[in-house]
C-alpha cells in the first residue's frame, strides 16, 4: 500500500482522503519514510520539519475530515516549497552563506495561498545561490543530484523540486523561472512543468511595477496534478498589481484532452544559434511524433528577426534585474566575498548598465515578441528543446562547451529556454524521452499569451499518446 500512495498523484491523494479511503496521517507518514529511504542521495529536500511536528498537523488535518470542515483543494498533502520563496517559521536561505540562518518571518503570496488550499510544509526544496544557474548547488545545502543517474545533476534552479517530485517523495511541486529554472528540471526528471504566462501567479516583488522576466508555477508528474497546484497558485492578488484577473479555478482538474488537429511549429536549436547535442534534437523531434499521430500537423520555423540580437538584449535585461538583486551584498565587501562567481558576474554586468542600455534592449525584447508571435498566424503552438544537452556530471559548475562551440558565461548554454523567456508567452514542458544512456529530456511547447488552458489540454492528450512518466520512472522510485 505505501508503494500505490506514494505513486498517486496529488489530485487522487485529495480524493482519497476526501472520500475517507486514506488518512492524512497514513499519507504524510508514508512520505515520510520515502523521504527517509531516498533523500540522502538526492538531497533534494531540505530543512525537513521534525516528524513529530509533521504528524500533528496531519492529526489536525484528519480531525478537520472527521468533523466535516469544507476541505481546500490540496487538504493534507505534505508539501515542500522551493527554497527561493518565503514560508513562515522555516529556513529562507535562498542557498546563499549569508542567509544560512535565515527564518522567513512570514509567508510569500504563494506559500500562504498554498497554506490556506490545506497544504502541509514539511521543507524547503534545494535551489543554486539566489536561483543563479541551472544546476542546483550551494554551499549551504550541497548539490542536488539527479534520480535517472546519481553522478549528474538534476538541473535547476527548481532542480531540489523537480528530484524530489521524481523520487515519489512529495505528490507536487512548485518552482520559479527565469531562464529555464521550470522546464530545464522537469526535462531532466521526466515531469512537467508550466511557466505561466506573466501575470498569471502573483508574486511578492520589491518593483511591483516593472515586472521581472521570472514568473513561478507548478510542477508535476500529470496534467491534472500540474492544473491542481496551478489552480492554487494563480489568480489576482492586490498586492501584485499586474496580476491577472481570475481566482485559478479555471485551471481546477480534470483536464480534457484536446486532440484536435493543430499545427506545431519546430524551433529546433532556432537555425543552430543555440547549439544542441545531436541525439537530444533527434530525441525531441521524434517526440513531436507523438503529436502528428494525434493528428497534428508540426513543420520547421523560425523567427523572422536577427536571433543575435534579441540575445544580446537578454543579457542586458538579465544583468539588469539579477545583477540589481544581488547588488546589496555585492556593496558590502565582507557579504560579495561570500557570493558565488555566477551572482559577482551578474552584479558587475550590471554596473555597466545606463538606463539608455536597459531601454533599448527592452524595445528590442518587444521586437522579439512580435516576431514570436507572429508565428501564431501559421502555427497553433510552438516548440523546442527544454534544454540544449542531457543532463551534465554533477560536479561541474556548468557546461563550458556543446557540440563542440564554448559557452561564454554560465548560462549561454541555456539559450533555448531564456530566448522563449523574452516573449512572456506560456511554456508547458513535457517529457520528451531519453538519450541512449538513459538520460531523460523534455520539450517546450509555447502558446499565445494567456493560453494556459489551451497548453493543459494539449499537454493531456500528448501524455495519453506517450505516457513517459508511468513508462520510465527514475530506478530510485522503484
Known amino acids: 500500500m505505501d508503494e500505490q500512495i506514494v505513486a498517486m498523484g496529488g489530485a487522487a491523494l485529495v480524493g482519497a482522503i476526501g472520500q475517507g479511503d486514506l488518512s492524512c496521517a497514513e499519507v504524510m507518514a508514508t512520505f515520510l519514510d520515502r523521504i527517509e529511504t531516498l533523500n540522502p542521495r538526492v538531497n533534494a529536500i531540505v530543512a525537513l520539519r521534525p516528524r513529530d511536528e509533521l504528524m500533528a498537523e496531519a492529526a489536525e488535518a484528519d480531525a478537520e475530515c472527521a468533523n466535516g470542515e469544507r476541505l481546500g483543494p490540496l487538504h493534507g498533502l505534505p508539501h515542500a516549497v522551493k527554497d527561493l520563496e518565503p514560508v513562515a517559521g522555516l529556513p529562507f536561505t535562498m542557498g546563499s552563506p549569508i542567509f544560512k540562518d535565515h527564518i522567513a518571518p512570514a509567508d510569500g503570496i504563494m506559500a500562504a495561498r498554498l497554506r490556506a488550499a490545506g497544504a502541509i510544509f514539511i521543507g524547503k526544496t534545494n535551489a543554486p545561490e539566489f536561483g543563479f544557474g541551472s544546476h542546483t548547488y550551494n554551499p549551504v545545502y550541497g548539490v542536488t543530484r539527479n534520480p535517472y543517474d546519481l553522478t549528474r545533476t538534476a538541473g535547476g534552479s527548481s532542480g531540489g523540486a523537480g528530484a524530489a517530485l521524481a523520487c515519489r517523495m512529495v505528490p507536487l511541486a512548485d518552482g520559479g523561472d527565469f531562464g529555464g529554472s521550470l522546464r530545464n528540471p522537469a526535462g531532466w526528471n521526466n515531469l512537467f512543468a508550466l511557466r505561466p504566462s506573466i501575470g498569471r501567479v502573483p508574486a511578492d516583488a520589491l518593483d511591483k511595477w516593472l515586472p521581472s522576466m521570472s514568473v513561478l508555477g507548478p510542477m508535476a508528474r500529470s496534467i491534472d496534478d500540474l492544473a491542481l497546484l496551478l489552480s492554487v497558485q494563480a489568480g489576482y492578488d492586490a498586492r501584485a498589481p499586474l496580476s491577472l484577473g481570475g481566482d485559478g479555478t479555471e485551471f481546477a482538474p480534470p483536464i480534457a484532452a484536446e486532440a ?30 507523438a503529436c502528428e499521430r494525434l493528428g497534428f500537423e508540426v513543420g520547421a520555423t523560425s523567427p523572422d528577426y536577427p536571433v543575435e540580437r534579441a540575445w544580446d538584449a537578454l543579457l542586458i535585461l538579465r544583468a539588469w534585474t539579477a545583477g540589481a538583486r544581488v547588488m546589496a551584498h555585492y556593496n558590502q565587501p565582507a557579504e560579495r566575498a561570500l557570493l558565488k562567481p555566477e551572482a559577482v558576474f551578474e552584479a558587475e554586468s550590471c554596473l555597466k548598465l545606463s538606463a539608455y542600455d536597459v531601454t533599448r534592449a527592452s ?65 508547458l514542458a513535457a517529457p520528451a524521452g531519453f538519450s541512449r544512456a538513459g538520460l531523460p529530456i523534455g520539450l ?30 527514475p530506478p530510485l522510485s522503484n
Open 444 to 473: 517546450q511547447i509555447v502558446g499565445p499569451n494567456r493560453s494556459e488552458r489551451a497548453l493543459l489540454g494539449l499537454g493531456q492528450a500528448y501524455d495519453e499518446t506517450t505516457g513517459w512518466v508511468q513508462r520510465r520512472p
Open 260 to 289: 484536435k488537429g493543430a499545427r506545431i511549429g519546430w524551433l529546433a536549436d532556432f537555425g543552430g544559434f543555440a547549439p544542441c547535442e545531436p541525439e537530444l534534437l533527434a530525441v525531441c523531434r521524434t517526440a513531436l511524433g
Open 363 to 427: 524595445v528590442i525584447r518587444s521586437q522579439w515578441t512580435s516576431a514570436v508571435t507572429a508565428l501564431f498566424e501559421r502555427f497553433d503552438y510552438l516548440a523546442a528543446p527544454t534544454a540544449a544537452l542531457f543532463p551534465f556530471p554533477a560536479e561541474w559548475d556548468w557546461p563550458h562547451a556543446i557540440a563542440g562551440r564554448p559557452m561564454a558565461t554560465y548560462h549561454e548554454w541555456m539559450k533555448l529556454a531564456f530566448l522563449i523567456t523574452l516573449t512572456g508567452l506560456p511554456v
